[in-house]
């Protein structure tokens, strides 16, 4: 007789199946928990890893904008002071343009009262014969253009008559020579 496979009954055989089943099971549940933990253990990691990240970034951009603030500060600083120096340049320059104005006004006074002065001087030892025709000379240049003037011998006698006293320092002819000179030079224009 030849035995080719000795099987138990069901149940028996189920029993035995049992505590390597529960064997199997248990390294099948330890397995997946290892994996879990192994899952968890490197999200725990990933998320330290993220916020690690996250507070260096937040680090590196509190630098920034303090460094932008510091940048911004000395921006305005060196524009106020290039301000402040374009300012005193320009106030710099407006003192001595004044300054050289005023110098040019003085000049201009001295020379026009020095020029007085002497006119004054020259008019000082005048005839008043000669004062006369140089002050209607002067009168006649101020006066508008004449085209024609007639002058009768009535009013040329009484007029040269007071003209023609005797001067202290010359001769009838000559002073009348002045006046003439005077008036016909002043006539025509």
Request: zero cysteines; glycine letters at 8%; aromatic letters at 2%.
């Amino acid at each position: 007789m030849q035995v080719l496979a000795v099987r138990p009954e069901s149940d028996v055989e189920r029993a035995l199946q049992t505590p390597v089943r529960e064997q199997l099971q248990a390294e099948a549940d330890r397995a997946v928990y290892e994996r879990r933990a192994v899952a968890v253990e490197r999200e725990r990691t990933i998320s330290e890893n993220e916020m690690a990240s996250q507070i260096e970034l937040a680090t590196r951009r509190e630098n920034l904008v303090a460094q932008e603030g510091a940048n911004a500060r000395r921006q305005a600083e060196e524009k106020a002071a290039a301000g402040l120096i374009e300012a005193q340049a320009s106030a710099e320059r407006k003192g001595i343009n004044a300054s050289a104005e005023a110098n040019q006004i003085r000049l201009v006074g001295e020379a026009a009262a020095a020029r007085e002065a002497a006119t004054m001087e020259v008019y000082s030892g005048m005839e008043q014969a000669t004062l006369l025709a140089l002050a209607l000379r002067d009168a006649a240049g101020s006066l508008p253009n004449i085209g024609n003037l007639t002058i009768t011998p009535d009013l040329l006698s009484g007029a040269l008559a007071g003209l023609f006293r005797e001067p202290a320092g010359g001769t009838v002819q000559a002073a009348a020579a002045r006046v003439a000179a005077g008036i016909t030079g002043s006539a025509g224009k």
